[in-house]
């Protein structure tokens, strides 16, 4: 019984896979069509979680009249549509369509590549500013100077959390990956298996991206860091604290959308050694720029997520 489900649960992931590259293969344009038709149902139909975008505004901005938190809200869930075309989009796409669409511009390869390759290993943190989901089609984007980015589809490392349906997990974990996993190339890695998964490769150079905006998971415990967003925060120190122990250099990954099918991501240096800092200096580092960020583009964020518990 257990390998009829087991097939059936393969069976139903590589149709829906199938489905999504079928669909990926229609222009960009007629995703956004299909992604601004998601959010008005999002917003207006379903309502999702606008009780929730509502309150982090207004909490988050406490100085901004009820007017402008209502528009950074209206702002957020065309962004939230967006996401959602792109992702589909991205599912079917290889390193060449992406750099010859032009989605993503990495903004400063050269200073990504020298500290990437001058130090053991690298933590890259990451938000859900931009599209997260689009992070594993990182060595297929352009660059804004033609320099390349100095590393290997086997060194990279996307970190994330399990989903609680199988079927789901599977979908989203391959959809994220999808330019990767045409080179032959898997490399997300599960949260809960990243500790052992780092020591293994501890000789080897490599990239792990995480994001690390989120509320701490229950088991990971609750580290204070102060505020952020006019808010005290718990954080999560995971990542940082493996990075302090094995010496990784940190960088900090910004995503701006310039405009509708275009983002700039730039790689911020946090520190070249982790071990010279403490895992909590490193993530108030991390949130203050996570907050200039915010400020800059206040929709660009993933208020749906409920941050403070």
């Not at 222009?27 to 509502?54: C, E, Q």
């Not at 001058?118 to 599209?131: A, Q």
């Not at 895992?279 to 929709?299: A, C, G, S, V």
Request: overall charge positive; charged content about 25%; hydrophobic content about 40%.
């Amino acid at each position: 019984m257990g390998y009829i489900v087991l097939i059936m649960k393969k069976l139903t992931v590589n149709i829906v896979r199938g489905l999504i590259v079928a669909l990926a293969q229609l222009p960009l344009g007629f995703h956004y069509f299909m992604g601004d038709v998601f959010s008005w149902i999002a917003k207006n139909i379903l309502k999702y979680r606008y009780s929730t975008v509502m309150i982090n505004l207004a909490r988050s901005f406490p100085d901004k009249p009820y007017h402008e938190i209502r528009k950074i809200a209206d702002d957020f869930y065309r962004h939230f549509g967006e996401i959602f075309a792109e992702a589909i989009w991205f599912g079917g796409s290889s390193y060449k369509r992406l750099n010859r669409k032009g989605i993503v511009t990495v903004m400063n390869p050269e200073e990504f590549s020298e500290l990437f390759l001058s130090t053991p290993s690298m933590t890259v943190l990451s938000t859900h500013c931009g599209n997260w989901e689009l992070l594993g089609g990182l060595l297929g984007y352009r660059t804004a100077t033609g320099g390349r980015i100095e590393i290997g589809e086997q060194q990279i490392n996307v970190v994330y959390k399990k989903l609680s349906s199988d079927i789901s997990d599977e979908v989203f974990k391959r959809n994220r990956i999808a330019p990767l996993e045409k080179v032959g190339t898997e490399c997300e890695v599960e949260s809960n298996n990243i500790l052992r998964h780092t020591l293994k490769q501890k000789n080897m150079r490599m990239l792990y991206i995480y994001p690390t905006d989120q509320a701490p998971y229950w088991y990971a415990g609750k580290h204070p860091i102060g505020e952020f967003m006019h808010q005290q925060t718990n954080v999560m120190l995971g990542s940082v604290g493996l990075a302090c122990k094995l010496s990784h250099s940190v960088m900090y990954m910004k995503m701006r959308r310039v405009e509708r099918g275009h983002y700039e991501m730039t790689l911020i240096p946090i520190c070249r050694d982790a071990s010279t800092m403490t895992p909590e200096e490193i993530m108030r580092k991390y949130y203050d720029l996570l907050q200039e960020e915010i400020n800059e583009t206040p929709h660009n964020w993933l208020w749906t997520h409920r941050r403070w518990k």
